[in-house]
């Protein structure tokens, strides 16, 4: 739980496909190392794909099928640790594939890339100058101050409440570069990942629909962008006042588990992963909400974006974290299907439901989540 692992720029939805997928080749050239120093390679396209490879003389090769840009990333493993331990020691980079070859080289590093004729990547590189850098950096900043805190202040509210409003200013800030820079550069297929992202913390479909629909159509008809007109179309539907959709997931022991089974109670449906640092960080102040609660006719229902791979982390989180509330997922990651249904692009964000089946409320965190219930229960 103490570093974040997440492409989030790139929540590709699979129900979108193109017409044809073409073959893309990925060739890279990282000074002289060879094994034991691996690489690991994620790339989204539908769903998401994973290989890795020993570098000989630095040199590495990944092919496969996209069906248009498609986001990915590579770790570093410069001693044969593993994966994840090059992960948290930051050997990180995110890259943008396209149909054809994209070559790479770097006299030593992630960090010190540069790329040969790469039009997607000089594109990528331009968009994220222009917004201040990588959201997977603030997502990091924040797990790095919670994992450094004590036990103690990992338990504290009123310390992981500071922590989720700073990292949510940030995140702010950011959505305002995004937003300006997409409507200044209409012909760029990465003002749909600006809006994309833009749009994690509080989607305006008023402001956001005029500027995406502006875009040029052959971005807005690609796997991200019809995936971020079925998001506005969730937007519009999935909102305070309007009917919760009603869905079936199974729960960490494969039992079916149904939404609407919960009527008559208050609902918080929770979407999260055991990834996620901010999930982490909140899930004390839910623990507590649900304490005071549960016996007033209030429920928890979690929803996690975890993946096959992960269903153990997903339980251990769980138990780590005393989730005693229901918790269901499909393992499928950002293509969760109620995740999807509902439109999320971000982790965490919820949506409290009423007795009958209505969303009353959708993000409240902390002390937010705190009064409302007290405005609720304790009148």
């Not at 909140?282 to 996690?304: H, M, R, T, W």
């Given at each position: 739980m103490k570093h974040l692992i997440i492409l989030v720029v790139c929540c590709l939805?699979?129900?979108?496909?193109?017409?044809?997928?073409?073959?893309?080749i990925l060739e890279g050239k990282i000074g002289n190392l060879n094994a034991p120093a691996k690489i690991y390679f994620s790339y989204w396209s539908g769903e998401e794909h994973n290989d890795s490879t020993f570098l000989d003389k630095g040199t590495f090769s990944f092919k496969g099928l996209i069906g248009g840009p498609a986001a990915s990333r590579l770790i570093l493993d410069y001693s044969g640790q593993g994966m994840i331990p090059a992960a948290q020691a930051n050997h990180i980079y995110y890259l943008y594939l396209e149909?054809?070859?994209?070559?790479?080289?770097?006299?030593?590093?992630l960090q010190n890339i540069v790329f040969q004729?790469?039009?997607?990547?000089?594109?990528?590189?331009?968009?994220?100058?222009?917004?201040?850098?990588?959201?997977q950096d603030?997502?990091?900043?924040?797990?790095?101050?919670?994992?450094?805190?004590?036990?103690?202040?990992?338990?504290?509210?009123?310390?992981t409440n500071a922590l989720n409003r700073e990292y949510r200013a940030l995140l702010d800030e950011r959505a305002n570069k995004q937003k300006q820079y997409a409507k200044n550069h209409p012909d760029s297929f990465f003002s749909i990942v600006a809006l994309s992202e833009a749009g994690t913390n509080n989607f305006n479909v008023k402001e956001i629909e005029p500027i995406f629909n502006a875009i040029n159509k052959k971005h807005r008809d690609t796997r991200d962008g019809?995936?971020?007109?079925?998001?506005?179309?969730?937007?519009?539907?999935?909102?305070?006042?309007?009917?919760?959709?009603?869905?079936?997931?199974?729960?960490?022991?494969?039992?079916?588990?149904?939404?609407?089974?919960?009527r008559g109670k208050y609902v918080l449906l929770d979407f999260w992963a055991s990834w996620c640092g901010p999930c982490r960080a909140?899930?004390?102040?839910?623990?507590?909400?649900?304490?005071?609660?549960?016996?007033?006719?209030?429920?928890?229902?979690?929803?996690?974006?975890?993946?096959?791979?992960?269903?153990?982390a997903w339980i251990n989180a769980i138990e780590k974290d005393g989730l005693t509330w229901p918790q269901v997922s499909d393992l499928k990651s950002w293509s969760n299907e109620v995740a999807v249904m509902y439109g999320i692009r971000a982790v965490p964000q919820n949506y409290l439901i009423d007795p009958q089946g209505i969303i009353v409320a959708q993000n409240l965190r902390g002390e937010e989540l705190s009064k409302f219930l007290t405005g609720i229960f304790d009148k």
């Open positions: 939805l699979s129900t979108f496909g193109q017409a044809q997928d073409k073959t893309f149909p054809g070859t994209v070559k790479l080289q770097s006299p030593d590093s004729n790469s039009p997607i990547n000089a594109a990528h590189l331009d968009y994220l100058q222009k917004v201040g850098g990588q959201v603030l997502a990091a900043k924040m797990n790095k101050k919670y994992a450094a805190a004590s036990p103690e202040q990992q338990k504290d509210t009123t310390f019809k995936a971020f007109a079925q998001r506005i179309n969730a937007e519009k539907n999935i909102k305070v006042g309007n009917t919760a959709p009603d869905f079936t997931q199974n729960d960490p022991n494969d039992r079916p588990v149904k939404l609407s089974d919960f909140e899930n004390p102040n839910l623990v507590k909400a649900y304490a005071q609660y549960k016996d007033k006719g209030f429920e928890i229902l979690g929803v996690s974006l975890d993946d096959k791979k992960g269903k153990t």
